[in-house]
């Protein structure tokens, strides 16, 4: 718990980020990695597989721009710096990993906060009297613009996309009984998430959640959800399952097990 504590406190992120709960969301994951290393292994490599079959379909390679980079568990850090001549690492919380890899890379790897949504000041600002209609409406006409360093070469959205408009809102005062909240600010976020990341004239790699399973211990599917804005999607070029929350982490019962995708399009080799 101390560790925890120390960790918190010592994040480099806006005052927004730690109101809207996206400093404790960092703190979690790290913690969660840290007890179920061995379950995450085959997830954070097929992850860093697919980022760098992104950089290969690159014809030039001047920058990559990965967001969400979190710790960069998933992210092949030092092979992109091999590859591009500039990194940028982007997440609304910057921790200590993100950093020592910054100062190490003599100057080829930056990390920066940057809201990929471009909504969250302004929604920190409203927390007390937007409603929950105002809220979606932010996801829905949120533009970040362009990111830090310019437009990359490869742009990476590092598992990400299904917590950008949910974490955000996962303690909104206005939410009340609307137990359909969470959902709808999620999907909306994705989507115009998606939108942005078409938009750019790179090599885009998406990587995220398409559904979540519940696993029996004998194997038996015991529940599925799809993942809010993920749908109409075409057929991911990579797919693997994520062993998120083995028994007892999430439930004593079942696993908790997400299915994942990657989807790399833009110009470049196929």
């Not at 710790?71 to 030092?78: E, G, I, K, L, Q």
């Not at 200590?96 to 600002?125: I, M, N």
Request: hydrophobic share 40%; charged share 30%; proline share 7%.
């Amino acid at each position: 718990m101390l560790a925890e504590l120390f960790r918190y406190f010592t994040l480099r992120c806006p005052p927004w980020a730690r109101l809207l709960g996206l400093a404790h969301e960092h703190v979690a994951i790290t913690y969660r990695h840290r007890r179920t290393q061995a379950a995450w292994t085959p997830h954070l490599d097929a992850s860093k597989a697919a980022i760098l079959e992104g950089a290969e379909r690159c014809t030039q390679r001047r920058r990559a721009l990965v967001i969400g980079a979190g710790d960069c568990r998933d992210v092949p850090v030092a092979e992109l710096a091999a590859r591009f001549d500039e990194v940028v690492l982007t997440d609304v919380v910057i921790g200590p990993e993100l950093r020592r890899l910054a100062r190490r890379s003599g100057g080829k790897v930056r990390a920066e906060v940057w809201d990929a949504t471009g909504v969250l000041t302004e929604l920190a600002r409203g927390w007390r009297s937007l409603t929950c209609t105002q809220v979606e409406s932010l996801f829905a006409r949120s533009d970040p613009g362009v990111p830090p360093g310019g437009e990359p070469d490869l742009v990476v959205s590092a598992n990400c996309i299904s917590q950008i408009g949910i974490v955000p809102v996962d303690r909104f005062p206005g939410a009340g009984a609307d137990g359909k909240f969470q959902d709808r600010c999620g999907a909306t976020a994705a989507r115009r998430h998606r939108q942005w990341l078409a938009a750019r004239p790179g090599v885009r790699v998406l990587l995220g959640d398409r559904a979540r399973l519940d696993i029996a211990p004998g194997g038996r599917e015991l529940r599925r959800e799809s993942v809010p804005g993920m749908e109409s999607m075409r057929k991911p070029d990579r797919t693997w399952r994520w062993l998120l929350a083995p028994i007892p982490e999430w439930c004593p019962d079942f696993d908790r097990v997400h299915e994942v995708g990657a989807w790399i399009d833009g110009p470049g080799r196929r």
